[in-house]
Nanobody, 126 residues
Framework: QVQLVESGGGLVQAGGSLRLSCAASGLTFSSRSMAWFRQAPGKEREFVARIAWNTGTTYYADSVKGRFTISRDSVKNTMYLQMASLNAEDTAVYYC???????????????????WGQGTQVNVSS
């Protein structure tokens, strides 16, 4: 069965850094777009960053551009989100998501992703 598992969340002070990981089982990341989304209580799920698995081409939401870096390790079948200069607005549950096979374009809507992890909590204190 397909499973995406996020890890690396936790508590960090404002201005600090954190790295999230997304490990896949039963799913090959190749020929897909993979992305990070986040959702705070009472708010809509929002797009954070996306990477085309084959090429490594990235795309970021304006709110995180210059602070976050998305990357992947094809050998480990793992995706990462390196977060820096964190602030309270970054507090949310962060989700790993993947498109169906063959969908490699830029997609920022949650409805465009078929596979989802359970999320990992990131809390930024000020």
């Amino acid at each position: 069965q397909v499973q995406l598992v996020e890890s690396g969340g936790g508590l960090v002070q404002a201005g600090g850094s954190l790295r999230l990981s997304c490990a896949a089982s039963g799913l090959t990341f190749s020929s897909r777009s993979m992305a990070w989304f986040r959702q705070a209580p009472g708010k809509e799920r929002e797009f954070v960053a996306r990477i085309a698995w084959n090429t490594g081409t990235t795309y970021y939401a304006d709110s995180v551009k210059g602070r976050f870096t998305i990357s992947r390790d094809s050998v480990k079948n793992t995706m990462y989100l390196q977060m820096a200069s964190l602030n309270a607005e970054d507090t949310a549950v962060y989700y790993c998501a993947g498109t169906r096979l063959g969908i490699v374009g830029v997609i920022t809507a949650a409805s465009g992703y078929h596979y989802w992890g359970q999320g990992t909590q990131v809390n930024v204190s000020s």
